[in-house]
């Protein structure tokens, strides 16, 4: 009987290996197929990436260039070359609401302070410690500030700025334009 039973152990012992020796080759290749998928999904989830990223980069340039020219415009109205002019937060107001990308439009004045903006001159805010402030007083052109949360407007905001300058060529003041970053993820979305 013990040697029945050892042959009848054996041929089972041979099957799973049959059997084991059929499977092994086919999970390899399963596992290989998932490898080599993954990687080809990851590849193309990569060039989907850049190519949003791209778009994104060109519109950005052109937020920027729409912000430049708005702001070069306003800089010389001469309401707003008027550094004393302080009537001018309706005018900001309108824009806004025609111009829903834009958080806050106004004008700083030499003295750090808002002068007047599209949220009313009542809430009266220093900015002159801001990087687009003092970015475009240094410099005397049109500036690109750095992501921030925007003192006036509450949210978070890139800001672009540009020197208001007299007929004299002095600058008097600073204007700007906060981007609302919600809105431009939704256009970019």
Request: glycine share 8%; charged share 20%; proline share 3%.
């Amino acid at each position: 009987m013990p040697s029945r039973m050892s042959a009848r152990f054996s041929l089972r012992a041979r099957i799973v290996a049959l059997v084991a020796v059929a499977i092994v080759p086919l999970f390899g290749m399963s596992i290989y197929k998932a490898l080599h998928n993954a990687d080809a999904t990851l590849k193309s989830a990569k060039s989907n990436l850049q190519f949003a990223a791209s778009l994104a980069a060109a519109g950005q340039d052109g937020v920027a260039d729409s912000a430049h020219h708005l702001l070069t415009v306003i800089a010389s109205l001469p309401e707003i070359q008027d550094s004393n002019n302080l009537g001018c937060d309706r005018y900001f107001a309108n824009l806004t609401r025609l111009l829903p990308e834009y958080a806050n439009l106004g004008v700083v004045g030499l003295d750090g302070y808002a002068r007047c903006h599209a949220l009313g001159s009542e809430k009266k805010a220093y900015l002159g410690d801001r990087a687009y402030f003092l970015k475009a007083l240094q410099q005397r052109r049109f500036v690109v500030g750095d992501y921030a949360h925007g003192r006036l407007a509450g949210k978070p905001v890139i800001t672009f700025a540009q020197p208001v300058m007299d007929a004299a060529n002095e600058v008097t003041g600073v204007v700007f334009a906060s981007i609302d970053l919600t809105e431009m993820a939704k256009l970019v979305g």
